[in-house]
């Protein structure tokens, strides 16, 4: 078998030694999308690993009868025919752990900003702020406190739980609905003192959308929220995607946003990527990244590194 490895979308540099020091070559170059499955032949590749960008498509799988795996550093795969690549015992991997943190943390990234203006604020005191200072002052200074707020998390798997760590730190009540978890343990460690461990059971999805102050997604597809859960929701709601573009319907959002009934919405994901709505880019109460959710410093870190573990593991005989 060939030691031969593509990270046609990159790899953190940990992981790439240890594949190195493995006795792979690991080729970082990118290979554009057209041309990656006659690179992956030409080269006699093994393994193929992507993120989001690189499709692995049933044209591609067909084409690379001697391709034995492929790797998403990440979670989601929506960008591989993940199935089809298994009828041809093709192996597929992926990191479901390593950027649970760095998705939780970036939500609320969104909320603080949201609750605060911050989005808003940012881009208008560059302009404004030295001819209508106290203006602008008033106009901001009518934010909310996420303390004793109720968070509805929809999708209760680890980047759910990452999110519940951090809302209960933040003294937020949590709910949270997840068809295959019932209840989960979730423990804060906190330095200087013992770690806190809450017993979280889950709930209806009605339940949830209809006592939530914030509610944020953490499903891998699907058409979660539309008019109809979006009339059931409180008023002033604030709404989180971090996890796919369309699980929120983004015309029903902008809807909810212009008659008042979300107050705000934070979006890390799109319908169109890349190439977005411009009417969800240029709306004033969304607070926007451009699905940057797993993209930190440590979370490249621990990707490359649980790619490098099981690539290893994968390509040993």
Do not use: W
Request: net charge neutral; aromatic share 4%; proline share 3%.
């Amino acid at each position: 078998m060939s030691k031969k490895i593509l990270a046609n979308d990159g790899i953190d540099s940990a992981g790439k030694a240890m594949l190195e020091k493995a006795g792979f070559t690991v080729i970082t170059e990118k290979v554009a999308q057209e041309n990656l499955a006659k690179e992956i032949n030409e080269k006699n590749y093994s393994a193929l690993t992507v993120r989001s960008a690189t499709k692995v498509r049933k044209d591609v799988i067909d084409a690379c009868p001697n391709l034995k795996v492929i790797a998403r550093g990440g979670v989601g795969m929506d960008n591989i025919d993940v199935e089809y690549a298994k009828s041809k015992n093709i192996m597929v991997i992926n990191t479901p752990a390593a950027s649970s943190n760095s998705v939780a943390e970036l939500v609320f990234a969104h909320l603080f900003n949201a609750v605060r203006f911050l989005y808003e604020s940012n881009r208008q005191i560059p302009v404004n702020g030295n001819t209508k200072f106290d203006e602008l002052k008033k106009k901001y200074a009518k934010g909310i406190e996420l303390n004793g707020k109720t968070i509805g998390i929809i999708g209760f798997g680890r980047i759910g739980q990452y999110v519940a760590k951090i809302a209960l730190g933040c003294g937020m009540k949590v709910l949270a609905f997840d068809p295959f978890v019932k209840e989960a343990d979730v423990t804060l460690t906190i330095h200087g003192a013992n770690d806190v461990s809450v017993k979280i059971k889950t709930t209806s999805l009605e339940e949830l959308i209809s006592n939530s102050d914030m509610i944020t997604l953490h499903v891998p597809s699907g058409k979660v929220i539309t008019a109809k859960e979006i009339e059931q929701m409180k008023n002033g709601v604030i709404l989180v995607n971090a996890a796919r573009g369309g699980v929120i319907d983004e015309n029903d959002l902008i809807a909810g946003l212009n008659s008042g009934k979300i107050a705000h919405a934070c979006l890390d994901v799109f319908e169109n990527e890349p190439t977005p709505n411009e009417a969800i880019l240029k709306h004033p109460k969304i607070s926007l990244t451009p699905h940057i959710g797993a993209a930190t410093n440590e979370a490249q870190e621990r990707i490359g590194i649980e790619l490098a573990e099981k690539l290893i593991e994968a390509l040993k005989s």
